[in-house]
């Protein structure tokens, strides 16, 4: 072979050599990344076909990255299973016949593979009178229980917390409706409303544990403001705009107005839905458990690659769909375990 074969043979080696080490170099950085699941709920606005969802047509972002989506599945047939707990203040605003009657038709309502529990929050915490159970009439019936009479809770955010707490893991979904006016006695009226550390632990918890929570304020009315604040829509539930409820921080604090950007602001971050009523009429839950009905069936897992930190913790996450007139609800922040990868 004469030399500049040789040279030819050599450059090609050199080429192929660097390549090689690229390739490895990559397939390790991409070894790094680690599966993360999220629960989303799709809506579909002015008849929108939400049917034909899946991977080409769903983008998540992870911080300002795009990540790649490994599945998106419905949860229905064998991945239908859903734990689902009702927590409720302990309080006389939820005495109201036709209030437990919407709930206990709702419970009533929910398909076989849904199981319930019931708890309500007094001042040791959540006081669980029914454990989750495919018995829905199990449930319903501890509706009746007389603790609906009794004092509320000093913290409705201190009982989710110990309720997760409690919650073992599953393979189903596990969401939360709290049904509170959500004011929190143990966090005092004169600080602002974006920094009370028992919301802001209660919806880590839930985020942590892929937990969704939905709310529904007890308390009716409008926010006690001279001016109706934007973030109160027509349709009598929260816009799910964070820039809204945000401007809410600065507004001061006074009681009903509290409460009902706690509960906003746990619903949002963990991917579910704020209801609240602007009638001083009684105050019935029927069309906002009708909407969380339709939401709980219309839920997908959506499964990605992550990059995660220096360490285990929660990221910034979003998610949106290509799909016309479809909206994509989901928490927040996603924990995105350590790698299992060496880093060098």
Known sequence: MGKLSWFHVLTVAAVLSVTSTRTVAQAALASTEVPVSLVLT??????????GLNSGNLIVTEGRDRARITDVAPFNGERGGLELFIMMDNGPELSHGTQVEDIRRFILAQPPTTKIGVAYMDMEGPKIVQDLTADHSLAAQALTTPLARLANGESPYTSLSQLIDKWPPSSDRREVLMISNGEDATFGSSTP????????????????????????????????????????????????????????????????????????????????????????????????????????????????????????????????????????????????????????
């Open 42 to 51: 799709l809506k579909g606005h002015h008849g929108a076909d939400i049917s």
């Open 193 to 344: 409303v974006a920094e009370n550390p028992y919301l802001d632990a209660a919806i880590e918890k839930a985020q942590r544990s892929g937990i969704v929570v939905f709310t529904i304020a007890t308390s009716h009315g409008a926010l006690h403001l001279e001016n109706e604040h934007p973030f109160l829509p027509q349709d009598q539930k929260s816009s799910g705009n964070s820039q809204d409820i945000g401007s809410m921080a600065n507004i001061g604090p006074t009681g009903t107005v509290v409460g009902k950007y706690y509960l906003a602001h746990l619903a949002e971050d963990t991917g579910g839905e704020y209801f609240y009523s602007k009638s001083s009429a009684a105050l019935t839950f029927a069309p906002y458990l009708a909407d969380i009905t339709d939401r709980l069936a219309s839920q997908y897992l959506v499964s990605f690659l992550a990059k995660p930190g220096k360490g285990p913790g929660l990221q910034s996450v979003k998610v949106r769909s290509e799909l016309p007139h479809t909206e994509v609800v989901t928490a927040r922040r996603a924990y995105i375990p350590a790698s299992t990868v060496a880093q060098r």
